[in-house]
């Protein structure tokens, strides 16, 4: 009996305990239908390890992919084997159903990941589809809660953008959806105006999201693409940089457990200080030990996945959804300890299931007055960010990318948003990589994850009652402390340092005074620096060097120049 067959055997004895425990507590609570529906849902999970195990010793599979597959296996029936009791925790027996659903989806998406060579291409697009929404899931609910909106906008703002981007947009790759700086700016923008999570709240910013996706339409029809130069390279590296500074700070209350404001961060900081004696233990513990997987998973999990078998490019794509499965594991202990009742862990609670209602958001001049700003900032600054993830993925196909086309698929995503309840979007750098490697090559594949996104809003929003903020705070930190931009500053200090202080500036402007204040001071710095240049123009005197017709500065070359003439070059 070799390794792989122990783990594929460990799977099938899994699989039998998870429905031998089912049956029992089904017996105990008259919940023989589910039983039923939740075992036609699973059995092909039981059976897949028997077959594969004959087949393995007919020689029909390589031994990597069967080491693959064992783990794979293994793990899915793990799921289903805790699926019983964390159903039963969270709501009682028709949550089952919900999870052996659950179970189906994760392991079509890690079957996939393992598996991807060898299976048909229509198949693979639509495991791309699976493991996009795999990662999208948490980051959806995240990016919500760092805007100040419900859990279910999040998710709302996962399908209609998808498809109309789709329809428009030129890049094959890009996956657009809730991003964290767009986030971060649309609460910058509301909170001033309604409280957070407010019906008017969510109002104003689907109204947002309709501004935002009318300009980048309206540039798209006059071929406006050119305006993303107004928003140079460090402008935009350090807006990124101190926004990822501001909302690390920002979501540190979510992993104490405690309640703290501030207008910026050292205020925030500050706040946090007084509130720290107030910390709840358990939300610090979920909290941490979130944010010290996830980093471990970034760091080490696909070297890991690498040693045990799985290809370099599946074993990343891999790493990059472990944020699901620390919101699966939290959730199903949080539901299962009750620790949102005895220890006052802070939890999502209900999200309403079924899909968004279609309808323009209100519009008053008050609010179009005030929201006009926020919405060509997060159009530009969405736009270029954008861009450049679709370009550096198009430059690896040799394929290209239209910023005018960019423009009109935005501006429709934006306006799919607001009219489904959503919020701002754009293209996530994360997500788009996933897809990259993934081996997504056509738009289709962000149409089925948006259509999977749209089942998981019509049956399994509930699995998501007990989700601990602080997993989804963890979430936030760890992908925007990636977004912090060392290596350009250290690049621009070095060879322009007029770059580097514009980088410094923005940055500093947003976590001293705000994201608009500190992109405003970062444009403003940029023109500056370019008026002074203009008009401090290197005048270089030139003489002819001997024997050709070449000129070149007399400081630093051997040249001729004639008496009673002089020669010069503006640079």
């Known amino acids: ?65 069967w080491w693959a597959f064992g783990y794979v296996s293994l793990f899915s029936q793990f799921i289903g084997f805790f699926a019983w009791y964390a159903g039963l925790a969270m709501g009682g027996i028709a949550r089952v159903s919900q999870i052996q659903l659950l179970q189906i989806f994760f392991t079509i998406a890690f079957s996939a990941l393992f598996f991807g060579e060898h299976i048909e291409p229509i198949t693979w697009l639509f495991a791309c589809g699976v493991i996009v929404t795999v990662m999208l899931i948490p980051q959806s609910l995240a990016y919500a809660l760092l805007a100040g909106l419900p859990p279910e906008v999040g998710l709302y703002a996962s399908i209609l953008p998808i498809i109309a981007y789709a329809a428009l947009g030129s890049s094959m790759t890009l996956a657009v959806g809730p991003v964290a700086v767009a986030s971060l700016m649309t609460a910058s923008a509301l909170q001033p105006l309604a409280a957070a999570g407010s019906p008017d709240y969510v109002a104003l910013a689907m109204l947002l999201s309709l501004l935002s996706g009318g300009m980048l339409l309206l540039f798209g029809v006059l071929r406006l693409g050119f305006l993303a130069h107004f928003l140079n390279h460090p402008v935009i590296s350090g807006f990124i940089s101190g926004s990822a500074v501001l909302i690390a700070v920002g979501q540190v209350k979510h992993l104490l457990g405690v309640k703290a404001g501030g207008t910026d961060v050292f205020d925030t900081l500050v706040q946090l200080a007084h509130a720290a004696p107030g910390t709840n233990l358990v939300t610090l513990g979920i909290g941490a030990g979130s944010v010290l997987f996830l980093v471990l998973a970034r760091k080490s999990l696909s070297p890991w996945l690498v040693r045990l078998g799985a290809s370099p490019r599946l ?4 790493s990059k959804l472990a944020p699901m499965l620390a919101v699966m594991v939290s959730t199903a202990l949080v539901a299962a300890m009750r620790w949102d009742q005895s220890a006052g862990v802070s939890i999502v609670g ?8 279609l309808g323009l958001p209100a519009v008053s001049m008050a609010s179009v007055g005030s929201l006009w700003l926020p919405a060509l900032l997060i159009s530009l600054v969405g736009f270029v960010e954008s861009v450049s993830v679709a370009q550096s993925l198009a430059l690896k196909r040799q394929q290209r990318i239209q910023p005018n086309r960019e423009l009109l698929g935005l501006g429709a995503a934006n306006v799919a948003s607001a ?9 996530g750098f994360a997500r788009s990589v996933v897809n990259f490697a993934a081996g997504a090559n056509t738009p289709l594949a962000g149409v089925i994850s948006a259509v999977l996104m749209g089942v998981v809003i019509a049956a399994l929003t509930g699995l998501f009652h007990y989700l601990p903020h602080a997993v989804l705070a963890a979430t936030i930190i760890v992908a925007v402390v990636s977004l912090i931009d060392v290596e350009t500053l250290r690049e621009a200090w070095q060879y322009d340092k007029a770059d580097a202080m514009d980088l410094l500036a923005t940055a500093g402007g947003v976590v001293a005074f705000g994201v608009e204040v500190g992109i405003l001071m970062g444009v403003a710095w ?13 005048i270089a005197v030139v003489g002819r060097v001997p024997g050709t017709e070449h000129f070149r500065n007399v400081t630093r070359h051997t040249v001729t120049t004639e008496s009673g003439l002089i020669a010069v070059r503006l640079d």
């Open 419 to 427: 009219l489904s309840g959503g919020f701002p979007v754009t293209g």
């Open 1 to 65: 009996i070799q390794a792989g067959d122990l783990l594929m055997l460990g799977a099938i004895a899994v699989g039998g305990l998870g429905y031998a425990e089912g049956g029992r507590l089904a017996r105990e609570m008259g919940g023989w239908q589910v039983i039923c529906w939740a075992l036609v849902l699973s059995t092909p999970l039981l059976i897949g390890p028997v077959v594969y195990l004959a087949l393995q010793h007919q020689g029909e599979i390589s031994a990597k992919t």
């Open 315 to 318: 074993a990343d794509i891999a």
């Open 350 to 357: 209900t999200v309403p299931q079924g899909l968004p209602q």
């Open 526 to 538: 940029s023109l500056g620096t370019l008026v002074w240049r203009s008009s401090h123009p290197h």
